[in-house]
Structure formats: C-alpha cells, structure tokens
C-alpha cells in the first residue's frame, strides 16, 4: 500500500489531488463534513472517506484515529481553503451564519491541525500542506478576507515553530483561475523535497506582455 493521504476542503481541489494521489500509486482517505449520520463510509473505487463534525474537538480527534487504526499512519495530510461566497453585508449576517464560518474553517481546522501534528511528531514523519486560493476577479467579504489570512499566519507561523520537529509544513496560495498548473507547481515543490520554514508558496499565472491593459 503507498502513502497514506487524508485530505480535507473545497471538493473540486480535493477530486484534483485524489487523482493525483491515485496516480503516484498512495492512497486518498477523503475528509467529509458530517450531514446526517456519524459513521465511516467505504468507497466502491478504493477510496476511503471519513464523516467529520467540524464543530467537534472529539470529532476531529476520531476522524484521525479512524485513519490511524484503519490503515496505522497518515503520510500526508493536504488542506484545502477556497472563500465561499457570502454575499451578505457584513453588518446584515446573523449570528449563526457568522458563528458557522468560524466553527469550520477556524475552530474546526484548529481542532484538526492539533490532532494531525501529535499524529506526525508521534510517529516521526509527515508532511501538512495549507492549500489557499482566492478568486482575483472579486473582492473577499470581510469575514472571509479574515478566515483566510487567518489560516495563512497561523500556518505560517506553524511551520517556523515546528521547523525542527519531524515535520515538514507548507502553505500554498494563488488567485489564479487555472488549477490545473496551480497543482502542477504544487507538486513540483513536494516533489523536490526543499522547504524553507515559514515560507508561503504562492503561484501567480504567467501572463504575456498582451494580458495587460493599455
């Protein structure tokens, strides 16, 4: 069996990456936010899929050892953040709407992060990539220009801190459309194995001198 992957986010991100995975031969252990039940799902195409509560400390802390007893390690775990779009004005969003966003992307991603990191220094290996993308042809809202570079310093920071653990972590962003190269150059710096701690990897499409507006 090759690596161990569990990935977590956006769904069209995560479809890329498991087929990526698929192809280098490791396996995608597919993170769901939790809707009716709570239990483990198999996949009919060798693919494992794992319910979660985002809102939930001991959710996040069972979907990680669901992965660690099924299959005994996690070798990676990818990350994904894309800003929905929440066309509200800030000062017209109620409360649980605004409590929402917090609960998954920031207390949720916390809780998981926590789990994932003891995972990783326990059995001395792995590697966390932070996957950002912004869309450039529309302004954020404030609460998700605030998710976001929420999650890229604390990743950041993240990544200097555990710098001499065993432990490799990465931040990727882009606010290019084009996926497809954007995991291309993801992959590219995986591959080549040389992090530089607290550094955030950001890939910007190139563009031709004709791209620009006169």
């Known amino acids: 069996m090759g690596k ?11 479809e890329i990456l498991k087929n990526r995975i ?25 693919e494992s899929q794992i319910l979660w509560n ?8 069972n979907a990680v050892l669901s ?17 929905e779009e929440l066309n509200r004005a800030f000062h017209e969003m109620s409360a649980p709407v605004y409590d929402l966003q917090i609960d998954r992307w920031i207390r949720g991603y916390g809780y998981l992060l926590k789990e994932l990191l ?8 792995g590697r966390l990539s932070l996957i950002l993308s912004s869309d450039d042809s529309r302004l954020m809202t404030p609460l998700e220009s605030a998710v ?6 604390f990743i950041k920071n993240l990544s200097s801190f555990y710098q001499d ?11 290019s459309r084009n996926t497809g190269e954007f995991f291309d150059y993801i992959f590219r710096i995986i ?7 607290g550094k955030v990897y950001k890939y910007s499409e190139r563009k031709s001198l004709f791209d620009f507006k006169r």
């Open 118 to 125: 003891h995972v990783f220094i326990k059995q001395k290996s």
């Open 191 to 197: 591959d080549d194995g040389k992090y530089s701690p």
């Open 54 to 61: 985002k809102r939930s400390s001991l959710s996040a802390r």
């Open 165 to 175: 653990e065993p432990v490799s972590i990465l931040c990727f962003e882009t606010d």
């Open 67 to 83: 992965c660690i007893n099924r299959y005994e390690r996690i070798d990676e775990a990818f990350i994904c953040y894309q800003p």
């Open 148 to 153: 976001y570079s929420y999650l890229r310093t």
């Open 22 to 46: 698929r192809r280098s031969g490791g396996l995608p252990v597919n993170l769901l936010e939790e809707t009716e039940i709570d239990s483990n799902i198999e996949s009919d195409e060798g």
């Open 4 to 14: 161990i992957n569990l990935i977590s986010g956006d769904q069209q991100f995560s």
